[in-house]
């Protein structure tokens, strides 16, 4: 899959959780709202537009999703929007994680 596509997946699985958060808390919630799905949204416009060093601004955005996680774990949700967004961040540097 391209950045892209794997950036739109990971903005679908960001949204999924959004609306059933189950035992995700508000904080966490609120985070995933303002900062990481607008961060998200940016990364798939810059691609669009192709603008300067996409990976390179957006590299944090696996380990901004990790730090959600709760005494239980990630999400299974966002574990696998985290896998999404790093392998879009691979398609950009043409490699592959797994």
């Known amino acids: 899959m391209s950045a ?3 950036w739109l997946a990971a903005q679908r699985a960001v949204q999924a959780v959004l ?3 189950g035992a995700l808390g508000a904080r966490e919630q609120e ?3 303002v900062s990481v799905l607008p961060q998200l949204e940016l990364a798939i416009a810059a ?7 996409i990976a390179g601004w957006h590299a944090f955005l696996p380990d901004a999703i990790a730090s959600l996680a709760g005494p239980d774990g990630l999400d299974a949700g966002l574990a696998d929007a985290r896998e999404h967004v790093q392998r879009g961040l691979d398609a ?4 592959t994680t797994r």
């Open 4 to 6: 892209r596509d794997e």
């Open 19 to 21: 609306r059933e958060p």
């Open 31 to 33: 985070l995933l709202r």
């Open 47 to 53: 691609l669009d537009d192709g603008v300067g060093d």
């Open 92 to 95: 950009l540097a043409g490699t």
